[in-house]
């Protein structure tokens, strides 16, 4: 059997399985069949050798459309074959030159990751045995991979352990499925007879902080745009829970039918937390569906540090989260939570004679406890990288990108710039009277300082954003980035 033996000697209990059982050699196939460590070190070298290699170039590029397209149409007609060798070759050269490389450790961008070699390496074993994980009998190693990772957030979060939790392609199908099942639960009809069969309106309160995904969302669900109510925001950008309260008892005056409150932990533009221990409160007061939007700040949930700046999170009633931001896995891979499995079956329930039949026993099939039908085996990168670093090592990653946030903000204050968010979360808006943002970007890009990014923060000019969204990201990357920066500006 070789190297591989003595992690088949352990004892495995089976999660979620009333009879524990040993695993042996003989139950499971030999490993290191195609991915062996001579793979593995192949594919390390070539992970830190394109790093070193990112880190050295350019983080911009420059180019047109049509320059791509011209290339694309000279070489590839799909008539004549091109050897693998040769494409592979060609699309790295490509992926090099004409993107914005999001994980150069001076791209300060839109909450994309540096990517760790775990999860690469996940995605390739995802590709390569291709695991459909609609029901839980085609591919039951899969699908329990899965469900002890999410069982493990979950209960980081403080989730109950019978909440239910899945894999999503992000946070915009994480939101939409929140969307969803609070309106299952709040108007039972909708599922049969959708939103023309109701007697009142119904709508759904959140800040013009929280994530533009719900405005499609509202399209989508047949809610209709006009059904999200923008509430007002404090000095720190976070919900005005008096002024919820206030919409909330207008709009019933009225005839509407308020059945959901959306929280951001970690507004996109600026970081904000809006004040979730209150939100719950009032969610409960009102029986009101809560759902925390954590695309983002979710992680700060694994680290003792962090961890209280999401008090309350523990009590909503559904978190979006995605392991392709701050968890740093390539995408997509988002996370959705519910503590309601009954009425997530109730909004995704499915019923055919061409799929497999119910599995019996304590699984469920996530075809018809989800959005997506066909499933690729998402939740593996964040199994693995967690495996290989552990929750400390995860929670270090996540506190060293804060100490930077951090490093960051006082650098930039010491130069003169001012700040403009309040947030414990490695996100800082600046700027500096007279400060022409545009302009000073597209400085900041064409002479590959660092990427950043243009946002306006409630009805306010626009000022520079930047985020910390690499482990990769060290002190003397930000003390070289302030200091070319104000070259620029007078
Ligand atoms: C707070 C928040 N929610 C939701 C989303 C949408 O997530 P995704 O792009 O993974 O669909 C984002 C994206 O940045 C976000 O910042």
Redesign the pocket.
């Known amino acids: 059997m070789g190297h591989c033996c003595a992690a088949f000697r352990r004892r495995v209990n089976v999660v979620g399985s009333t009879n524990q059982f040993e695993l042996t050699e003989s139950t499971l196939a030999p490993a290191g069949v195609s991915l062996g460590p001579m793979a593995l070190d192949t594919i390390r070298d070539a992970v830190a050798a394109l790093q070193s290699d990112i880190a050295a170039g350019p983080i911009t590029p420059n180019v047109t459309p049509e320059e791509i397209r011209n290339y694309l149409t000279s070489r590839y007609d799909f008539k004549k074959t091109v050897p693998l060798d040769e494409v592979v070759a060609d699309v790295e050269r490509m992926l090099h030159t004409w993107q914005v490389q999001v994980t150069h450790p001076r791209y300060f961008g ?2 994309n990751p540096s990517v760790t070699l775990a999860s690469i390496l996940a995605d390739t074993l995802a590709a390569m045995y291709n695991p459909q994980l609609a029901t839980w009998r085609t591919s039951p190693a899969a699908n329990e991979i899965e469900r002890h990772t999410l069982a493990w957030l979950a209960a980081k979060f403080g989730f109950p352990a019978n909440a239910i939790a899945t894999f999503t ?7 939409l499925s929140a969307v969803i099942v609070a309106l299952t639960r709040a108007f039972p009809e909708y599922g049969e007879r959708g939103l023309r069969a109701l007697a009142a309106t119904p709508t759904v309160y959140l800040t013009g902080e ?2 533009h ?1 719900f405005n499609k969302i509202a399209h989508m669900t047949g809610l209709g745009r006009q059904a999200l109510r923008t509430v007002g925001t404090d000095r720190d950008l976070k919900m005005d829970v008096a002024d919820l309260a206030t919409r909330v008892a207008e709009d019933r005056k009225n005839g509407f039918a308020p059945f959901m409150v959306i929280g ?1 932990a ?3 533009a600026a970081g904000a937390i809006d004040p979730l221990r209150d939100l719950v409160n009032f969610c409960r007061r009102e029986s009101l569906w809560f759902h925390v ?5 979710g992680a700060a949930a694994i680290s003792p540090v962090l961890r209280h700046h999401l008090t309350g999170i523990e009590a909503a009633d559904s978190i ?1 989260c ?1 392991a ?2 701050w968890f740093s896995v390539p ?2 891979a ?1 996370m959705f939570f519910c503590r309601h499995p009954d009425s997530v079956a109730a909004a995704f329930h499915a019923e055919t004679s061409y799929m497999p039949r119910k599995t019996i026993g304590p699984v469920t099939d996530p075809y018809t406890t989800s959005v997506q039908w066909s499933r690729r085996f998402i939740g593996l990168k964040l199994f693995l990288a967690l495996a290989q670093n552990g929750e400390s090592g995860y929670s270090e990653m996540i506190e060293h990108q804060t100490r930077m946030g951090d490093v960051l903000r006082e650098a930039l204050q010491r130069a003169g710039w001012r700040i403009v968010n309040t947030t414990p979360l490695p996100l800082v808006c600046f700027t500096r009277d007279g400060l022409d943002t545009a302009k000073f970007l597209a400085a900041l890009h064409a002479r590959q300082i660092a990427w950043m990014s243009e946002v306006r923060l409630g009805n306010g000019a626009p000022v520079v954003r930047a985020c910390i969204t690499s482990f990769r990201t060290t002190e003397p990357d930000i003390v070289r980035v302030v200091s070319e920066m104000s070259l620029l500006t007078p």
Not at 170 to 175: F, K, S
Not at 293 to 297: L, Q
């Open positions: 839109l909450f392609t992000g946070g915009a199908e994480a939101n929280a994530h995904s951001t970690g507004t996109t939007d954590a695309a983002w700040g979006a995605d392709h931001k995408m997509g988002g």
